[in-house]
């Protein structure tokens, strides 16, 4: 019997729920959908500089999407935030497995030391190990990060990266973001950028579907077909960026400003050569094997707050920490280590013509 229930899902923020747990059954990855949906810059919750706080882990992509949001806005002195241990709990934590915590004292195998980003959770005032409690504390049972709170009167605003990072952006001046040219306007809401807004949409329907939740259709799930059909469109989709930024030497995928758009790929590509390649076993090409697309995650890597929106070091301890073992593996190394690899645009043509 088909379950009808909610196919409205707006498919650039969310997975269409229909018949979830059959297609879960049958070894599909299906991702849930956020339940705290409220808005920002409204009555219940309005834009106040240091009132709101983000409870975030660097190796999560829809966490980094609100990081790189906070940072490229400038808006890191007004929105405080927590950084979980990039490994969710083990079988034998007391408090059971697969839950969200912050531990700052925490070792990663990776370093064989606590990793200094990490922090404890600071805005409840109870110093809450675990991320389900500061749902707990609300009634929910949800687990997942990212979450926008607000310290005034201790409730969760969102938990939905594709509305926060919207929100911010729409109520940056309130909130304090830094003020000039450089502050990107990651969604223009005027009349005259209709044209532009729309291209952004289309283009965050396309990323989402194939690249950003595509490389965990790819990754998390044990069917054949079902990984072989999110690869082949995880691919064909980055061929099309590549041919876009090519087509008349764009600098960014909508042209000369950075939006939306840019700010939701990147996450994913910045996993793709040293992480994804392998654990979502993505390796039908490396982002260096595309080379417009390669000088497009440099240019924005090279962005005012991009590269201290997040860690390798942390996604590679999330991504690798509990499986495969538990050893992580270090590469690549050729034709340089990442991120520093980011730094090199010309690596591109670098192997276009070595492989020529
Ligand atoms: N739609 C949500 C997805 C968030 C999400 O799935 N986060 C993952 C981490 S990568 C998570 O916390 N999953 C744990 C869980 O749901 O228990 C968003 O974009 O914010």
């Not at 707006?10 to 747990?21: L, W």
């Not at 879960?24 to 339940?35: P, Q």
């Not at 996993?271 to 390649?277: E, I, N, S």
């Amino acid at each position: 019997m088909s379950d009808k229930r909610d196919d409205t899902a707006d498919k650039s923020v969310e997975e269409s729920q229909r018949d979830a747990a059959l297609r879960r059954a049958r070894g599909e990855f299906v991702r849930g959908v956020s339940g705290f949906r409220a808005r920002l810059g409204d009555t219940e919750f309005p834009a106040e500089p240091g009132r709101y706080h983000l409870f975030v882990a660097l190796n999560c992509p829809w966490c980094h999407r609100v990081s790189l949001a906070r940072n490229v806005l400038g808006l890191q002195k007004s929105i405080t935030m927590d950084v979980a241990f990039p490994g969710r709990t083990d079988d034998d934590d007391p408090a059971g497995p697969n839950l969200w915590e912050f531990s700052p004292d925490r070792r990663a195998s990776l370093t064989g030391a606590p990793l200094p980003e990490c922090t404890r959770e600071t805005a409840t005032g109870r110093g809450l190990r675990l991320a389900r409690d500061i749902y707990a504390a609300e009634g929910s049972a949800e687990r997942s990060l990212p979450i926008l709170f607000d310290k005034q009167s201790q409730r969760i605003v969102s938990n939905e990266s594709a509305e926060i990072i919207r929100m911010l952006n729409a109520n940056a001046a309130d909130l304090g973001a830094r003020a000039g040219n450089d502050t990107p306007d990651l969604y223009p809401a005027g009349e005259a950028d209709a044209p532009l807004r729309t291209e952004i949409d289309r283009l965050n329907d396309l990323i989402y579907v194939t690249i950003n939740n595509g490389a965990y259709k790819a990754g998390f799930s044990a069917d054949q077909q079902v990984y072989a059909k999110a690869f082949a469109a995880y691919f064909d989709t980055l061929g099309q960026l590549d041919a876009l930024l090519a087509s008349d030497g764009r600098a960014y995928l909508t042209g000369e400003r950075f939006t939306e758009a840019d700010l939701r790929l990147f996450p994913t590509l910045y996993r793709h050569d040293p992480v994804y390649f392998l654990r979502m076993k993505l390796n039908g090409a490396r982002i260096l094997d595309y080379p417009h697309l390669w000088r497009w995650l440099c240019r924005v890597y090279a962005l005012p707050g991009v590269a201290s929106s997040n860690s390798l070091i942390h996604c590679r301890q999330g991504y690798f920490g509990r499986s495969w073992n538990r050893t992580i593996p270090l590469g690549p190394t050729r034709p340089m280590p990442y991120p520093e690899a980011y730094l090199h645009p010309e690596l591109a043509d670098m192997t276009r013509r070595s492989s020529a």
